[in-house]
């Protein structure tokens, strides 16, 4: 399936992430390319983070939390390249959980998988891309600049793992110094991350993650 109708948002289209506007690459705010339902970004997101490597009980906990988010139809962001990421994504479209994906590309000329198509089709997944079509590679640098806008993009931040030393420790860091309010599984795996002041969540138990405030407006209206 190649893309259609997609859409382009520069900083000052209406639409474009207000977010956005706040996290700029050399003085820039990112155009953004588009594909699906735009109404996901009028909603909290959940930054989702986790490196490469991860150690087995980190995995199974966080399919646990991914479930349980799921059950709580909490709207998820993310790159979904890393393995445990991209392991999350089809037990979230499983429900009704809204997604975001980023790719660490332009959307130009990509191909999405065919299990896609329905969630597109149906308003649950948004593509969203921050570069042009003429990256076509995710090297480190578009990865660290994707996982960046991400993670300003996210009201809340859940890094499953984050290996010490390394980008998403980094990423980690950045947001905490920046107020954002930044989640990681309760367990010794991620001790480091708990003494940098990310809060500890356990696998059966999304309620932190819920941005209740969110639920509450609605309730009200």
């Not at 490196?51 to 995995?59: A, F, N, Q, T």
């Not at 995710?138 to 996210?154: D, H, K, M, P, Q």
Request: net charge positive; charged share 25%; aromatic share 6%.
């Amino acid at each position: 399936m190649a893309l259609e109708n997609r859409i382009l948002l520069r900083p000052d289209a209406p639409g474009y992430p207000a977010a956005l506007r706040r996290c700029s690459d050399k003085g820039q705010s990112p155009a953004v390319t588009v594909q699906g339902n735009l109404d996901a970004l009028a909603r909290p997101l959940l930054g989702f983070f986790c490196s490469v490597r991860c150690p087995g009980d980190i995995i199974l906990k966080t399919y646990d939390l991914t479930r349980a988010l799921r059950s709580a139809n909490v709207a998820i962001i993310g790159g979904f390249q890393s393995s445990m990421e991209k392991d999350c994504l089809p037990l979230l479209l499983r429900g009704t959980t809204p997604a975001v994906v980023c790719p660490a590309r332009g959307l130009g000329r990509m191909r999405v998988p065919a299990e896609w198509k329905k969630p597109l089709a149906d308003g649950q997944l948004l593509l969203l891309s921050f570069f042009d079509d003429s990256i076509r590679r995710a090297t480190a640098s578009i990865v660290a600049r994707r996982n960046a806008y991400v993670a300003a993009l996210a009201d809340r931040i859940l890094i499953a793992h984050a290996e010490k030393g390394g980008k998403i420790e980094e990423l980690c860091k950045n947001a905490l110094a920046g107020g954002k309010p930044v989640y990681t599984l309760d367990s010794l795996d991620n001790a480091h991350l708990i003494k940098l002041g990310a809060a500890p969540v356990h696998a059966a138990d999304p309620e932190p993650l819920i941005a209740r405030e969110f639920y509450s407006d609605l309730t009200a209206i």
